[in-house]
T-cell receptor
Framework: AQTVTQSQPEMSVQEAETVTLSCTYD???????LFWYKQPPSRQMILVIR??????QNATENRFSVNFQKAAKSFSLKISDSQLGDAAMYFC????????????FGEGTQLTVNP | GAVVSQHPSRVICKSGTSVKIECRSL??????MFWYRQFPKKSLMLMAT?????????EQGVEKDKFLINHASLTLSTLTVTSAHPEDSSFYIC?????????????FGPGTRLTVL
């Protein structure tokens, strides 16, 4: 079974600075997808970024980018120029590319952005 | 992007009553929907996978007779908490996948807070 580990329960960053959230996963599959979801205080889950395992290039969405290290099974999220609205719980998630579309979530990292 | 709605957003009920939560995909047809439960400051726990026109697949430890799931159309899945008790109080979230979409990305509803008195 796949597992996803987020080793940082809480992180904080100053506004306008950069922060990196860690995520590692364990799988024996070669075809899979990785996601970062954001859950602000409203509790609406919002897709931040998505990475296909077969792509070597790291995904980027505006101020959000990932560092995908397939061999190390690491998938960290970098938030540049942090904004107050980035404050949220961030979940890393894994999805198999071959067996269904269910997600396996990490435990989450609570990000605080200090003004 | 794909939009998923949930109704109601909050519900308070008495112990022993049943509560129905609706999950709708507003601008796409969802062949698969998922139901999650989330406790405060915790991750999402998958309860069941709901496929249109077939019986839901429940995760281990989830009582199928307690949490009834119906996916009667490609845009609607319902979760009914039967004979609710205070321990069923939680935040329930649904998600839906768009067939043929980007790697079947899951899009989430805004959640329903259930309080059982």
């Amino acid at each position: 079974a796949q597992t996803v580990t987020q080793s940082q329960p809480e992180m904080s960053v100053q506004e306008a600075e950069t922060v990196t959230l860690s995520c590692t996963y364990d799988t024996s599959e070669s075809d899979y997808y990785l996601f970062w979801y954001k859950q602000p205080p409203s509790r609406q889950m919002i897709l931040v970024i998505r990475q296909e395992a077969y792509k070597q290039q790291n995904a980027t969405e505006n101020r959000f980018s990932v560092n995908f290290q397939k061999a190390a099974k690491s998938f960290s999220l970098k938030i540049s120029d942090s904004q107050l609205g980035d404050a949220a719980m961030y979940f890393c998630a894994y999805r198999s590319g071959t067996s269904g579309s269910r997600l396996t979530f990490g435990e989450g990292t609570q990000l605080t952005v200090n003004p | 992007g794909a939009v998923v709605s949930q109704h109601p957003s909050r519900v308070i009920c008495k112990s022993g009553t049943s509560v129905k939560i609706e999950c709708r995909s507003l601008d796409f047809q969802a062949t698969t929907m998922f139901w999650y439960r989330q406790f405060p400051k915790k991750s999402l726990m998958l309860m069941a996978t709901s496929n249109e026109g077939s019986k839901a697949t429940y995760e281990q430890g989830v009582e199928k007779d307690k949490f009834l799931i119906n996916h009667a159309s490609l845009t609607l899945s319902t979760l009914t908490v039967t004979s609710a008790h205070p321990e069923d109080s939680s935040f329930y979230i649904c998600s839906a996948t768009q067939p043929g979409g980007r790697a079947n990305t899951q899009y989430f509803g805004p959640g329903t807070r259930l309080t059982v008195l």
